[in-house]
């Protein structure tokens, strides 16, 4: 079977094709289909946290699958409940929480909910800030790139630089619903927040009467050291939306609410399949994972690391490496697409963040001997023409 010229036949043309069919993984390893190994830097832009196939996640998918898939919230279930328990325990302040397919979803429940808790329409969000595709969540990101083919978007959105809380300030009033932030832009450049600006946010946040939404997508389940990013910066959001890692690979989405959100009642929103079986037995097995193996440690520990030899690199391409954990950019001082495709040929895996950064994103489970290779690729992509 031609796998490629079939994709490229039928697909919907929203995505370029690379001509590499994968297979099989296995930790941060992926194989194509005449069996070339590849090191996965980029993890399904952040998913695979735990790793491909990570056997834990397989054995519960594979043992729930034969139990119950589906099961509306209306009735209660063993893995949902489990589930419950055990994410909201992650940040006792937010001991409520709504569950759905993905990272859009779960923000444009969490604009929803803002709106509906303090009865006010404005969003506020940051220039770079990367948030979802969907017509809310794409109202609060930021690049034309993405929004331009699709405006008018939803009303009442504005956006503020980044780390600049004066204009934060300034931008939040008495129809400020809620301002929603990453800890660290991803899909804007790998810009971590001054924990400053946070802390500046969540005062003015709760003296303005607004809520603060913190979008963990990318940066959330141990990928930064800390189960969650903000955790760096010591303060507590209203809102957390979270996806990506969540249920080791299964598609899955949340928000985590705090006691400021209020005016629920049923019927007001839900989600067909959000909270299935199936995904909450993979999530409660993966946040198993992240506890057993000391994830959070592990990044933390292997960030530096890497973080370390990146510094060492002898490249004048290189304007800035940053990053946190295992969520690292390579800045570098021309667009990064040609040593993206240099990296692929190598067999390495990594991602774009914005035009000139490198993104990294290797699952968690990445050895230092693994590291090395990557390392040793990029000195000698970045030495060459390419």
Same mark, same amino acid.
């Given at each position: 079977?031609?796998?490629?010229?079939?994709?490229?036949?039928?697909?919907?043309?929203?995505y370029?094709?690379?001509?590499?069919?994968?297979? $099989?993984g296995?930790?941060?390893?992926?194989?194509?289909?005449?069996?070339?190994?590849?090191?996965?830097?980029?993890?399904?832009?952040?998913?695979?946290?735990?790793?491909?196939?990570?056997?834990?996640?397989?054995?519960?998918?594979?043992?729930?699958s034969?139990?119950?898939?589906?099961?509306?919230?209306?009735?209660?279930?063993?893995?949902?409940?489990?589930?419950?328990?055990?994410?909201?325990s992650?940040?006792?302040?937010?001991?409520?929480?709504?569950f759905?397919?993905?990272?859009?979803?779960?923000?444009?429940?969490?604009?929803?909910?803002?709106?509906l808790s303090?009865?006010?329409?404005?969003?506020?969000?940051?220039?770079?800030?990367?948030?979802?595709?969907t017509?809310?969540?794409?109202?609060?990101?930021?690049?034309k790139?993405? $929004?331009?083919?699709?405006?008018p +978007?939803?009303?009442?959105?504005?956006?503020v630089?980044?780390?600049?809380?004066e204009?934060?300030? *300034?931008s939040?009033?008495?129809?400020?619903?809620?301002?929603?932030?990453?800890a660290?832009?991803?899909?804007?450049?790998?810009?971590?927040?001054?924990?400053?600006?946070?802390?500046?946010?969540?005062?003015?946040c709760? *003296?303005?009467?607004?809520?603060l939404?913190?979008?963990?997508i990318?940066?959330g389940?141990?990928?930064?050291?800390?189960?969650?990013?903000?955790?760096h910066?010591?303060?507590?959001?209203?809102?957390i939306?979270?996806a990506?890692?969540?249920?080791g690979?299964?598609?899955?989405?949340?928000?985590?609410i705090?006691?400021?959100?209020q005016?629920?009642?049923?019927?007001?929103?839900?989600s067909?399949?959000?909270?299935?079986?199936l995904?909450?037995?993979?999530?409660?097995?993966?946040?198993?994972v992240?506890?057993?193996?000391?994830?959070?440690s592990?990044?933390?520990?292997?960030?530096?690391?890497?973080k370390?030899k990146l510094? *060492?690199?002898?490249?004048?391409?290189?304007?800035?490496? $940053?990053?946190?954990? +295992?969520?690292?950019?390579?800045?570098?001082?021309q667009k990064?697409?040609?040593?993206?495709?240099?990296?692929?040929?190598r067999?390495?895996?990594?991602?774009?963040?914005?035009?000139?950064?490198?993104r990294? +994103?290797?699952?968690?489970?990445?050895?230092?001997?693994?590291?090395?290779?990557l390392v040793e690729?990029l000195?000698?992509?970045?030495?060459?023409?390419?």
């Open positions: 079977m031609d796998i490629f010229r079939i994709e490229s036949e039928h697909t919907s043309g929203l370029t094709k690379q001509p590499i069919v994968f297979v $099989r296995q930790g941060a390893l992926l194989w194509d289909a005449d069996g070339n190994e590849y090191l996965d830097c980029n993890s399904g832009h952040g998913v695979a946290n735990l790793g491909h196939a990570h056997p834990k996640v397989a054995e519960a998918i594979s043992e729930q034969k139990k119950l898939v589906t099961l509306f919230e209306t009735f209660p279930n063993d893995q949902r409940a489990a589930l419950m328990k055990k994410i909201t992650l940040v006792p302040e937010l001991n409520r929480v709504f759905c397919n993905s990272g859009t979803e779960a923000v444009e429940a969490a604009i929803k909910f803002a709106r303090t009865g006010r329409p404005g969003i506020v969000a940051s220039m770079r800030g990367f948030h979802g595709r017509m809310g969540a794409l109202s609060a990101t930021w690049n790139h993405y $929004r331009s083919a699709f405006e +978007l939803v009303p009442e959105y504005s956006h630089p980044f780390n600049n809380t204009r934060l300030k *300034e939040v009033n008495d129809q400020t619903a809620a301002v929603i932030l990453e660290i832009q991803g899909e804007g450049g790998i810009y971590i927040a001054d924990t400053a600006y946070l802390q500046a946010a969540r005062r003015i709760s *003296e303005k009467g607004t809520l939404i913190i979008d963990e990318q940066s389940f141990c990928r930064t050291g800390k189960m969650f990013a903000f955790q910066m010591e303060i507590v959001p209203d809102m939306t979270i990506k890692s969540l249920a690979g299964v598609p899955m989405g949340a928000v985590l705090g006691p400021r959100v005016g629920f009642s049923p019927g007001l929103h839900g067909t399949f959000g909270g299935n079986p995904s909450c037995a993979a999530a409660n097995a993966a946040l198993q992240m506890e057993d193996e000391n994830l959070a592990q990044a933390q520990e292997k960030g530096e690391y890497l370390e510094e *060492e690199l002898n490249s004048p391409l290189i304007r800035e490496v $940053r990053g946190l954990g +295992l969520m690292i950019g390579i800045e570098l001082k990064v697409a040609p040593f993206l495709k240099a990296l692929q040929d067999h390495i895996l990594a991602l774009n963040a914005g035009l000139t950064t490198i990294l +994103l290797p699952p968690l489970v990445i050895s230092k001997e693994q590291i090395d290779t690729q000195s000698e992509v970045l030495s060459s023409e390419v």
